[in-house]
T-cell receptor, first 115, second 115 residues
Framework: KAGVTQTPRYLIKTRGQQVTLSCSPISGHRSVSWYQQTPGQGLQFLFE???????NKGNFPGRFSGRQFSNSRSEMNVSTLELGDSALYLC??????????????FGPGTRLTVT | DAKTTQPTSMDCAEGRAANLPCNHS???????VYWYRQIHSQGPQYIIH???NNETNEMASLIITEDRKSSTLILPHATLRDTAVYYCIVRVGVTWMDSSYKLIFGSGTRLLVRP
């Protein structure tokens, strides 16, 4: 079964621009989460979508937004890019099995560089 | 979610067992222990999880102390490809209807497997 895919893998943008990153979850997975990873802050949770609804949001400014489509694919958008937004952006998917435990499967990430 | 404490770094020889400790002294009765690892510049990879019984899968074994305040991840025969950052995460068990799939990552343990 194909894993989580993210596009693009690498991106260079200029301050003030906006960017859209895409994530395709594992087939059958309905939950998609986004994380930001930087050397200084480590891995930080951005938000999670389930059935096209945002269920949880991390402590990030409103410039960071996302959405999920009916086929569970998700996009995240960052507007008015700042130098500090340079990071590895990771997407993870989980299935909704109704069990009390779950695993998240991560994609390879999109490395965003803001100049 | 309970906080975890892990050593910053460890090393072991190739072919030997790698034992990675994690302290979670404030863990609650309904919280599970999860382990993920991240090989350089890749997305985190799920390894194993457990509640109170020891668990084993094809990748590793998880030993949880009887009081559940600490656990050890065991890689029985470490290889060079096991060099990675290992994250111990404590998370309450939920169903997909109750909550979201948010993971809080700490700093992890950087494991170096020596040839």
């Amino acid at each position: 079964k194909a894993g989580v895919t993210q596009t693009p893998r690498y991106l260079i943008k200029t301050r003030g621009q906006q960017v859209t990153l895409s994530c395709s979850p594992i087939s059958g997975h309905r939950s998609v989460s986004w994380y930001q990873q930087t050397p200084g802050q480590g891995l930080q949770f951005l938000f999670e979508y389930f059935s096209e609804t945002q269920r949880n949001k991390g402590n990030f400014p409103g410039r960071f937004s996302g959405r999920q489509f009916s086929n569970s694919r998700s996009e995240m958008n960052v507007s008015t890019l700042e130098l500090g937004d340079s990071a590895l952006y990771l997407c993870a998917s989980s299935r909704s099995s109704g069990q009390a435990t779950y695993e998240q499967y991560f994609g390879p990430g999109t490395r965003l560089t803001v100049t | 979610d309970a906080k975890t404490t892990q050593p910053t770094s460890m090393d072991c020889a190739e072919g030997r067992a790698a034992n990675l400790p994690c302290n979670h002294s404030t863990i609650s009765g309904n919280e599970y222990v999860y382990w993920y690892r991240q090989i350089h510049s890749q997305g985190p990879q799920y390894i194993i999880h457990g509640l109170k019984n020891n668990e084993t899968n094809e990748m590793a074994s998880l030993i949880i102390t009887e009081d559940r305040k600490s656990s050890t991840l065991i890689l029985p025969h470490a290889t060079l490809r096991d060099t990675a950052v290992y994250y111990c995460i404590v998370r309450v068990g939920v169903t997909w209807m109750d909550s979201s799939y948010k993971l809080i990552f700490g700093s992890g343990t950087r494991l170096l497997v020596r040839p």
